[in-house]
């Protein structure tokens, strides 16, 4: 009776003891595996558990040390235990026995298996073995930092620095990884605009500008019929005014003052120079996200762009700004679409005037985008001369072919990607 009750015992310490050596290796998978943004927000909101779990986190060296200070200690005395049990079971042959059923039961069992679920679902783990880790550091703490002072000794002798944290600040491109996988938990429209947001410190003014061949404005030099027929055509709310050249511009007009400067007789050119807002002019190759700021501190909506010898390069409005955020407002939607025309065999038959990044987005292409901005300037570019129309040049992957050419401006291009060649296996 005394042998098999002290089998009894034998066995359910056993037991015991794998059930902790499994709570020790869930534990440190749980604790290490969570995500720290989330135990972040779990923080403000007061989270008992993520509270807990913060606490052991800010040594990690203290509670690796504590996890594996049990985890060893159990899984000894577990082997110490098979062992006496399985000589008494099968003698001297009860070693090699035990050796082996032990090292599967606790891979299976303590390792493996709660490791997995402790990965799978972190916080369900780290959580609540937080109520036992805690209170067990402090009842451990002259143990684990014995522990951890000669092994931080060990590691400073091997040249490294035990006190160093990792830097946990995210890069744009990290972030961009993170709001890409975010799948369900944040809806594609405002995925999509957090990238685009992202997007705005490698895209500059000169990309999104209205070039200066397509700026509608007034010239103070045409007759009064001409000024008002370009004002009652207008589909903006601001145009830009000037006198012979486009790069003598001298104010910006809003729609809403059209009113004060119409009288009965007609036009009061008087009334239109004292309604105009002063021009406010920027260099090209300003970053995007600093136009915006600029914007915003400087209360305006439309900016010239102007080179370094002070010609004027195009217009930027805020909305263009905002449409690279949120995508193309209403009212430019008819003109995106014009740009680029799909053909039944696969090409495209594009404008020239279309930018290179409304291509490469709308089409999924990578054409190359440090050089012009415009499909007509990269190909002039290419070509190094004005060519006759239906002449073709083919830009890495893409053949490209002039349909229609007016002065030394392309206005037409039919475009096509090439596939690559198939390669012959036998060749």
Known sequence: MINEASMTTLFVVLTALIILSGFFSSSETGMMSLNRYRLRHLLKNKHKGALRA????????RLIGLILIGNNLVNILASAIATVIAIRLWGTAGIFVATIALTLVILIFAEITPKTIAALHPEKIAFPASWVL????????????LVNWVTNGLLRLLGFDPNKKNDENVSSEELRTIVTEAGRLIPTRHRNMLL????LEEVSIDDIMVPRNEVYGIDLDDSDDEILRVVHGSSHTRLPVWRDDINEIIGVLHMR???????VEGLDREALEREMDKPYFIPEGTPLHTQLRNFQQKKRRLAVVVDEYGEVMGLVALEDILEEIVGEFTSNLAESVENIYPQRDGSFIISGSATIREINKTLQWQLPTDGPKTLSGMMLEHLESFPDARVGLKIEKWHLEILELQGNVIQAVRARQVKPA???PGE
């Not at 685009?196 to 997007?199: A, H, V």
């Open 134 to 145: 805690l209170p067990l550091l402090k009842l451990m703490y002259p143990v684990v930092w």
């Open 54 to 61: 913060s606490k052991l986190l800010e040594r990690p060296d």
């Open 257 to 263: 003052n059209m009113s004060r400067i119409l009288s």
């Open 422 to 424: 198939a390669v012959n």
């Open 196 to 199: 685009n947001i992202l997007d």
